[in-house]
């Protein structure tokens, strides 16, 4: 026995064997201080805007922030623009850029939310910005209040020039075999057994969406001679010719930056499949999909009601050419439309805001709706 402790401790003084590892035991954890959040009524969550919020070159919240006097600046950890808010309590958001294309900015409204300082049990959420038009139901500078948030990201896809002849395009559900038709079978996609989780829309609270149609529906939206220009071009399309207006239509929101009148079928397509035929296709945009994706996350915890969204997108451009132009040629017209679109998204949304602030009494616990046709 001795000879063996001997062998270990020599074993030990010559470096044989490994040395023990000590853990020293994690400090507890410290307490959360609490606070007694501000309750938030209203809030505009707005996609982009190029510099600053106020003073120089216009993008979709400039308006927002120099018109309602978003003055009061508050920096949010986490987020890549600060939070503004006025004296009646309406706060605003950009939504995020990361001076690039890689990546995403889903993360801006998971910090904006779980900042301890405020609460947004009963806030009113309008998620504004710009959009690409269908011609076939609006016109460039027009405004549409949607009913149903769709994802145009999950799919599969085949190139379209490998699809079979019956085929109208290479693109179709996540458990389909083909084209417009709703999934069959999980076939084992990321663990799932149930095919309504492959579902590609959120339906928002309709009655409020009507609601606040109703109060923005009669909105002059300014014309310009570009815009009358570019709506001569459509003939045979009467709502691509009518003066920007205001209307019920579906956000499609895409990671892609598509164009063309075979994506802009697979479009309304895809729209009217996954709103079982009452939706229709008005708006394409890159970002609608991402944030109705964090407000179900939050709804889930409890930290924000889905039935007190509103998404208001507002046409810059047409998502297809106007008769013999080619798709190349049109994809990047933008010019006088952007500008129409930004004041279309503050003209259009600031009744439904104001609305909602004056008279917080009747709307904090009742959430306003209109009849749904």
Known sequence: MRASLRALALAAAAGLLAPVAVSAAEPALPE??????????????????????????????????????????????????????????????????????????????????????????????????????DPQLASVGSAAWSRWVVDGDKLREFDDREVPKDWPYGLFAIGADKPNTLPKATEDFAGFTDTRKLAMSAELNQGLAYWAYGLSKDVKIPDSPELQADRARWKGWPNAQKPPFVLMGETLGGLRYWHGPSRTQWARDWVKLWTDGKGRFAMTNME??????????????????????????????????????????????????QKAAFEANYLVGAPVVHELLKHWDKYENTVPVAPVP
């Open 32 to 133: 959360i201080p609490k606070v007694a959040p501000i309750p938030v009524k209203v809030i505009v969550v707005a996609t982009f805007e190029p510099g600053e919020d106020k003073g120089d070159a216009p993008g979709e919240f400039q308006a927002w922030a120099e018109r309602e006097h978003l003055d009061e600046v508050i920096p949010v950890k986490g987020t890549l623009h600060p939070l503004r808010r006025n004296a009646d309590g309406l706060y605003g958001m950009v939504w995020g850029s990361l001076d690039t294309l890689i990546g995403s900015v889903s993360d801006q409204l998971t910090a904006l939310l779980m900042d301890p300082r405020f609460d947004f049990t009963k806030t009113y959420w309008l998620f504004t910005g710009i959009s690409g038009v």
């Open 288 to 337: 609608s999909q991402i944030q109705q994706g964090s407000i179900l996350i939050a709804a889930k915890n409890g930290l924000v009601d889905p039935n007190r969204v509103m998404v208001l997108r507002t046409g810059s451009n047409p998502s297809m050419p106007p008769p013999g132009v080619s798709a190349v040629d049109s994809v990047a017209n933008e010019g006088a439309g």
